[in-house]
């Protein structure tokens, strides 16, 4: 079974300010990972994800995030926001065998709302 | 716009009753998933289908059913509801639900059970 702890119920920012949003995960076998990130009144759309290869991932509108294996952690990272990325923003993983009974499952966190402040 | 559609887009109705909510995935997509969003669970995923079959189960109430249809469209049926049912579910879609495809959510079902 995977689980998913974001360390951050709520971020409050400046707008032009860095932020990082951490996640840590646990799983007893290998995962893909992701950020979705949701909008007021919206679904899900996504961010970035990491399936393999380089541990630095970039996403759309200037996200990035670093898969650290040894810490078990996904954080998510932009080096300047702006008022539009208020949302809330869910790290998810999903195990990474092709087959078993959890298929295709993204187990999420509890999300992280970030606020961004003129 | 995700191009996943989810009918009706609010539903109020009364403890004991039963409803059911419709997705419609994009264009070509095979694999559809249920999700609940509630503020004391949290996003919870509660199964899966892929080309008309179940694919994978999450914490499911045995009271929940849901279908996919061989026009791909799927209806997730919920009975005997209770006020704990009130939430927010999605309905997302992917190319053939592997693991490491997108997932693409459309933009809810509120309900609101009374």
């Known amino acids: 079974a995977q689980s998913v702890t974001q360390l951050d119920s709520q971020v409050p920012v400046f707008e032009e300010a860095p932020v990082e949003l951490r996640c840590n995960y646990s799983?007893?076998?290998?995962?893909?990972l992701f950020w979705y990130v949701q909008y007021p009144n919206q679904g899900l759309q996504l961010l970035l994800k990491?399936?393999?290869?380089?541990?630095l991932v970039k996403g759309i509108n200037g996200f990035e995030a670093e898969f650290n294996k040894s810490q078990t952690s996904f954080h998510l990272r932009k080096p300047s926001v702006h008022i539009s990325d208020t949302a809330e923003y869910f790290c998810?993983?999903?195990?990474?065998?092709?087959?078993?009974?959890?298929?295709?499952?993204?187990?999420f966190g509890q999300g992280t709302i970030l606020t961004v402040h003129p | 716009d995700s191009g996943v559609t989810q009918t009706p887009k609010h539903l109020i109705t009364a403890t004991g009753q039963r409803v059911t909510l419709r997705c419609s995935p994009r264009?070509?997509?095979?694999?559809v998933y249920w999700y609940q969003q509630s503020l004391d669970q949290g996003l919870q995923f509660l199964i899966q289908?892929?080309?008309?079959?179940?694919?994978a189960k999450g914490n499911i109430l045995e009271r929940f059913s849901a279908q996919q249809f061989p026009d791909l469209h799927s209806e997730l049926n919920l009975s005997s509801l209770e006020l704990g049912d009130s939430a927010l579910y999605f309905c997302?879609?992917?190319?053939?639900?592997?693991?490491?495809?997108?997932?693409?959510f459309g933009p809810g079902t509120r309900l609101t059970v009374l």
């Open positions: 997302a879609s992917s190319v053939v639900g592997l693991p490491y495809n997108e997932q693409f």
């Open positions: 799983s007893s076998v290998s995962v893909y």
């Open positions: 990491y399936l393999s290869g380089s541990t």
């Open positions: 998810a993983v999903s195990p990474a065998d092709a087959g078993g009974t959890s298929y295709g499952k993204l187990t």
């Open positions: 264009s070509g997509d095979l694999s």
């Open positions: 289908y892929y080309n008309g079959e179940e694919r």
